[in-house]
């Protein structure tokens, strides 16, 4: 039987034409599957450095390089990125809360945000009550802090009661501990330096105008205490629309 | 991915035993040349990395059998095959009886009686390359070789 079997199956051949069709065709699939792996390939390499560039530019975009802290009480702080965008708003106590969502502030530009929030109806009645309204720029990137120090001075150089400032980041590094906004948080600093006996809890629920009082008044004490008088009363916040660097002595 | 050379290396060798394969289960020349270049195809695409000319031929047989089975099972392949396309296959008259009673056998016994009688595997090694236990491939290699007796009118010489 084995042998039988074996003279059954013996004539049974790949014939040349077959082989020769064979070797063409799976030559060219072959080729074709290795052209679209490096297609695959090719695609994949592009989606993964679109993700990655998308990956940055995010990164980017909500990497805040300047905080402008903009203080009557309510006091609020519009977080900017590198593209001059607000990408954060932060409103402290319950009526800078209550001002940040009532102004839509997100991804607009510094400057038409600042406008809104110094034009909204909480501000403007503010001022007319004889408020103080401080605008501090904390920078994280100095050209772009003194960029928007030059607009907010510029956008506000025509109103009463109004001071524009700089201030460094790391001045102010402990405001949000303690519950301040960072441009009420460098006069608190300030009264600190005057030897002011107010504790932060006090300063968040006062208003700029009642804290640049006790300043002036801290200020006025120091002075008589100190006979030399050199600094005494002089804190840079006195008058009406100071803008420039502000200093601080904590 | 192989090289062309080692592409017509392996057929210059098994293009007989694949081809007897495809005939074996599929019993018709279109489907033959599919599955004929489906196995080259894979095999040249494969990583395997073959340790000598016999692991190489038991992976072509094993690939083989696999992408006929697969056909079989294909949904797409509805129509059923006549046995009488075996006859169109280059055999001789004293032979053709045999090839038919081979390929009448049902599948299980067919893989088996060819790897056995035409390409001299020992029961193991079918078990090996078709992935069943031994004692079964000796009980289907009893059983065909007794169907082949009862086909061919106890023709079998009983090898």
Not at chain 1, 30 to 40: M, N, Q, S, T
Not at chain 1, 68 to 87: A, C, G, K, M, Y
Not at chain 2, 111 to 117: A, E, K, M
Request: charged share 25%.
């Amino acid at each position: 039987m084995e042998h039988k079997i074996a003279e059954a199956f013996r004539p049974i051949r790949a014939e040349e034409a077959l082989k020769a069709r064979t070797l063409e065709n799976v030559l060219e699939a072959a080729a074709r599957r290795r052209r679209l792996r490096v297609k695959r390939l090719s695609l994949c390499a592009a989606a993964g450095c679109c993700c990655l560039l998308l990956a940055v530019l995010c990164g980017m975009y909500f990497t805040p390089t300047s905080v402008i802290s903009i203080d009557v009480n309510p006091s609020l702080e519009l977080t900017v990125n590198r593209f001059d965008r607000v990408i954060a708003v932060n409103g402290y106590q319950e009526d800078g809360e209550a001002l940040a969502a009532s102004l839509d502030l997100l991804h607009l530009s510094y400057s038409q945000a600042v406008d809104r929030v110094v034009t909204s109806q909480t501000v403007t009645e503010c001022l007319a009550r004889g408020e103080w309204l401080s605008i501090a720029v904390v920078e994280m990137d100095e050209a772009q802090g003194e960029e928007i120090l030059q607009y907010v001075s510029h956008c506000t150089a025509g109103t009463q009661n109004v001071s524009c400032h700089a201030v460094a980041r790391e001045e102010v590094a402990q405001a949000h501990d303690h519950g301040l906004s960072y441009g009420k948080y460098q006069v608190y600093l300030d009264i600190c330096a005057q030897g002011g006996t107010l504790t932060a809890q006090e300063a968040a629920a006062m208003t700029m105008r009642e804290l640049l009082d006790q300043l002036q008044e801290d200020g006025l004490s120091a002075a008589g205490e100190d006979q030399s008088g050199s600094q005494g009363g002089q804190n840079g916040w006195q008058g009406q629309g100071f803008h420039g660097r502000g200093h601080h002595g904590c | 991915m192989r090289s062309e050379a080692e592409l017509t290396r392996a057929m210059e060798m098994h293009a007989d035993t694949v081809k007897r394969i495809c005939v074996l289960y599929l019993k018709n020349h279109a489907d033959t040349e599919d599955i004929f270049q489906t196995v080259f195809l894979k095999y040249t695409l494969s990583p395997t990395a073959f340790e000598s000319p016999e692991h190489e031929k038991a992976w072509l047989i094993r690939v083989t059998i696999n992408a006929c089975k697969d056909l079989l099972r294909s949904f797409f392949r509805r129509r059923t095959v006549p046995l009488q396309e075996a006859a169109e296959l280059p055999v001789e008259e004293a032979h053709s009886e045999v090839l038919e009673a081979v390929l009448a056998l049902p599948e299980s016994y067919r893989s088996v009686i060819y790897l056995h009688y035409y390409e001299q595997y020992t029961a193991p090694q079918i078990a090996d390359i078709l992935g069943k236990n031994t004692n079964t491939v000796y009980t289907l290699l009893t059983r065909g070789r007794d169907r082949l007796r009862d086909a061919l009118g106890g023709d079998g010489d009983g090898t």
